[in-house]
């Protein structure tokens, strides 16, 4: 894989070390009016703050707010800010912001044979006499994507490096000169009580005899504390009738991978008992999930909202169907160590003969 990255760069009109003032001031103003307060050695998110002679280069371990910060920077202190971000090696964007509002998009890669972007819109930031380096970022050329993108912090007389940096590493190595700024939240990181099952989603559809089972499936969150260990058991009408013959069970976690997600699929084989199948996940965790509607609006409540529907489980029932008939299936999640109540879900089946 290759390097993805962001970070936000406020353009100095005046002396670097002035803006670097203003520019803490802004960013712990905001992170007050959004339920944080500055503490030291906090983790809860973590802003390295690093001067050149053009630029204040900003990095934030809060992944996802890179937009929202730009255009709070850029209103509250009148200036000039763009977000840098490189996806996977392959392509890059910039979008410059001025005074709170959106100017442009400047976007370049190895895949497109030429990069989008008006380039006149920068003209207050840019270089004098920097066209020949533009003319390069908007060039589909090179193996990755960080070549053009180099050519774009030249005209902006950006030292290349800071395009490059994850806020995590520079983070725990910063730079000579850097300002390291730590907040933690005030709001509940997990929710009271013990863990709680609540069911998210549920799958069924019509089946055919002699044909594999795909779409039986529940969705399972923990709107509790984050447990871990689970049993998951299969049983109900549909077995005794012989409707199906479960054969295995898939569980689906969400994942994030740069800007988006993706599921990750882990299969397990099913036991038998007497009340039918079953399967113990012991190193399963259920992560808490917190009510966005409880955070105040801003970036914690944009990775509240990700992580509420992110974190709900997938569990797939692949099975066969093995008679015509119709009954029910029972789903049930239970914890290991009995700490909170299980949940039980129904699935109807309905298994029809070959069309």
Sequence with gaps: MGLTTESAHLFCTADPSSALEATVRAIRHQMGATGFEESPGAEDRVFVLVPSVHWISIYDTETGALDALVRSLSKALSASVTALRLEDSDKYT???????????????????????GKPDLWRTVLAPGSEADVARALQGQGTFAEEPLGHLCRALRLPPSAALQVAEEIKAAPPAGAMILR?????????????????????????????????????????????????????????????????????????????????????????????GYFVDLPELELQARIDPRTVPPGAGAIKAMKEFFRRAIYFYIAAQATRVGGGELTVRVEWLDGIGAPLEVPLPVLVNAPA
Aim: hydrophobic share 35%; proline share 7%.
């Design 94 to 116: 910039a979008r410059l912001c001025a005074a709170g509002s959106w100017v442009d998009k400047i976007s370049g890669g190895v895949v497109k044979k030429k990069g989008t």
């Design 183 to 275: 907040f933690r939240s005030l709001h509940p990181k997990t929710p009271p009580g013990p863990p709680r099952l609540t069911l998210v989603n549920r799958g069924h559809a019509p089946e055919t005899v002699g044909q594999p089972v795909s779409q039986l499936f529940i969705a399972v969150a923990n709107d509790g504390q984050t447990a871990k260990g689970v049993r998951v058991k299969v049983a109900g009408e549909a077995l005794a009738q012989g409707l199906l013959t479960p054969v295995e069970l898939h569980v689906v976690t969400i994942v994030a991978i740069g800007g988006g997600t993706m599921g990750n699929r882990e299969t397990h084989s099913l036991s038998r008992d007497e009340q």
